[in-house]
């Protein structure tokens, strides 16, 4: 089973690498403080494989897409404001796995025929105050804190509030796991499990809580 799922997130990962590049060139452009430019509605050419889909599908990947893009831009705000290298790379491996995971879920919510989350923050039409109560969903003030913060503050801060925002993908991800019906998106789900709760125990070691 592990073979099976490891193959298919290779297999999707890849075919979704380039549309998450030209994706996050257009929606996700740093305007400077680690904030996207602008995010129109996304869409890839990512392969959506056949299958039968549910509520809960849909439900996690318009929860999973801006959960993602805010720790895709918690990552990139490591990358002028950490002093730690080890914080450095542990955000660029965030980005890399997660902007074609967004690529992927974008496609399956485009051949769903429901709506993909657009904005700056990936929120539009959803209610902020919604969005922050969304498990490990960092606010507006915890966002605007972070930007303002450098050094081995920036670090402790993008580490706490890291191993919080993986917790709350992980709680997604499991529901999507009991409750979902699409095999690749229950796949997906399983992959993000194993993923963050590794990143969370090597976020806990770094800041020597664990």
Not at 60 to 79: C, K, L, S, T, Y
Not at 167 to 185: D, H, I
Request: glycine letters at 10%; charged letters at 20%.
């Amino acid at each position: 089973m592990k073979t099976t799922r490891s193959l298919y997130r290779r297999t999707a990962l890849a075919a979704a690498a380039v549309a998450a590049s030209a994706l996050f060139l257009t929606s996700c452009g740093d305007n400077g403080n680690g904030s996207p430019a602008t995010s129109p509605n996304p869409t890839t050419s990512v392969s959506v494989p056949a299958g039968e889909h549910n509520q809960a599908d849909v439900d996690f990947a318009q929860g999973m897409i801006p959960h993602h893009r805010q720790a895709v831009m918690m990552a990139g705000m490591a990358e002028t404001r950490a002093s730690s290298s080890d914080v450095k790379a542990l955000a660029e491996k965030i980005k890399k796995a997660q902007e074609p995971e967004i690529a992927t879920m974008s496609a399956w919510l485009t051949a769903w025929g429901e709506k993909v989350p657009g904005g700056m923050d990936g929120m539009d039409g959803m209610d902020h105050g919604d969005a922050s109560s969304m498990p490990g969903m960092m606010n507006d003030q915890q966002m605007d804190d972070m930007r303002g913060a450098s050094g081995k503050a920036f670090d402790t801060m993008f580490l706490t509030q890291m191993i919080r925002h993986h917790e709350g993908a992980v709680a997604m991800a499991e529901t999507e796991t009991k409750e979902g019906a699409y095999g690749p998106a229950k796949e997906l789900a399983d992959d993000i499990i194993t993923a963050q709760k590794a990143e969370i125990t090597q976020m806990k070691e770094m800041l020597g809580t664990d």
